[in-house]
């Protein structure tokens, strides 16, 4: 099994900044892409950025400019620095992964928990 495991998020005044961690763990034989999505109440999930394992990245129009993406190969961990929050940033945010285990020879999408956050304007 593979876990992920998200932290990061809060409250913070609009304009303000927050960085998001996402450390995968367990049966991991290899990650491709990895990213962040947000569901915000009553809205659809939505991706926020993703990174693939060369660094390439791909940010949704709301966000560019403001949000990036990185990650660290050596921890499997991505990370989503947030600056210039906005009141519509708020939504729960999950940290999703494209993977192999060490189980088995299938591509599989595993999920956070979601971490929340909050902009208060």
């Known amino acids: 099994q593979v876990q992920l495991v998200e932290s990061g998020g809060g409250l913070v005044q609009a304009g303000g900044s927050l960085r998001l961690s996402c450390a995968a763990s367990?049966?991991?034989?290899?990650?491709?892409?990895m990213g962040w999505y947000r569901q915000a109440p009553g809205k659809q999930r939505e991706l926020v950025a993703a990174?693939?394992?060369?660094?390439?990245?791909n940010y949704a129009d709301s966000v560019k400019g403001r949000f990036t993406i990185s990650r660290d190969n050596a921890k499997n961990t991505v990370y989503l620095q947030m600056n210039s929050l906005k009141p519509e940033d708020t939504a729960v945010y999950y940290c999703?992964?494209?993977?192999?285990?060490?189980?088995?020879?299938?591509?599989?999408?595993?999920w956070g928990q979601g971490t929340q956050v909050t902009v208060s304007s």
């Open positions: 999703a992964v494209k993977g192999l285990s060490t189980r088995d020879i299938f591509l599989r999408d595993y």
């Open positions: 367990g049966s991991i034989f290899s990650i491709n892409a």
């Open positions: 990174i693939t394992s060369g660094g390439s990245t």
